[in-house]
């Protein structure tokens, strides 16, 4: 079993709907979780950080974190072209080492 | 802020040359983290620095490869000799967040 697992994609969202990005880890040590967007021939960029259960919401954008279950995901809402891209989750382990998973390719058509 | 610095953007070498890569953190973050991106493999962690020490090289492939933080602003990947599967894009990353640079692609002929 992977460390960080998410599916590989690609995923395909009509523009305006919502889009789900799920990523389950393994570790239940785990604190901190991230995720990244990540354009084809770009550096990844960080969008949302969530540390407690529940749901954090910037923008469009709503990362939830459910430790029981350990997994973590993120919501994109009114999905516009601009979102198409590599979304990374990323996990800080218990032993303070942080790990990728393999991202999921998002496709938004117009 | 100017972001995280990289140098090169590219670098192309034959195999067996050494190659530095260069990265300038953001002012002020305690963490540096050294990343390499391939299709095959994806996103992996080389090795990653805080207050300037390396805490954790466990990423790091080979002998070959070799890391220093002299200081605060600055901190290189070296790799000695290069092989051509060493051929990728490298992120260096600062803070707990991970603030990436623009990466360098590397390609070993």
């Known amino acids: 079993q992977k460390e960080v697992e998410q599916n590989s994609g690609p995923l395909s969202v009509p523009e305006g709907a919502i889009a789900s990005l799920n990523c389950t880890y393994s570790?239940?040590?785990?604190?901190?979780f991230f995720w990244y967007r990540q354009y084809s021939g770009k550096s990844p960029e960080l969008i949302m950080f969530?540390?407690?259960?529940g749901d954090k919401e910037d923008g469009r954008f709503t990362a939830q974190l459910n430790k029981a279950s350990q997994y973590v995901s993120l919501l994109i809402r009114d999905s516009q072209p601009s979102d198409s891209a590599t979304y990374l989750c990323?996990?800080?382990?218990?032993?303070?080492?942080?790990?990728f998973g393999s991202g999921t390719r998002l496709s938004i058509r117009p | 802020d100017a972001g995280v610095i990289q140098s090169p953007r590219h670098e192309v070498t034959e195999m067996g040359q050494e190659v530095t890569l260069r990265c300038k953190p953001i002012?002020?973050?305690?963490?540096l983290f050294w990343y390499r991106q391939t299709m095959m493999r994806g996103l992996e962690l080389l090795i990653y620095?805080?207050?300037?020490?390396?805490?954790?090289d466990s990423g790091m492939p080979e002998d070959r490869f070799s890391a220093k933080m002299p200081n605060a602003s600055f901190s290189t990947l070296k790799i000695q000799p290069s092989e051509p599967r060493d051929s990728a894009v490298y992120f260096c990353?600062?803070?707990?967040?991970?603030?990436f640079g623009p990466g360098t692609r590397l390609t070993v002929t």
């Open positions: 002012s002020g973050h305690n963490s």
């Open positions: 620095f805080n207050n300037n020490v390396p805490i954790d």
């Open positions: 969530i540390y407690s259960n």
């Open positions: 990353a600062s803070g707990n967040e991970q603030y």
């Open positions: 990323a996990v800080y382990s218990s032993a303070s080492k942080i790990i």
């Open positions: 570790d239940r040590g785990s604190q901190s």
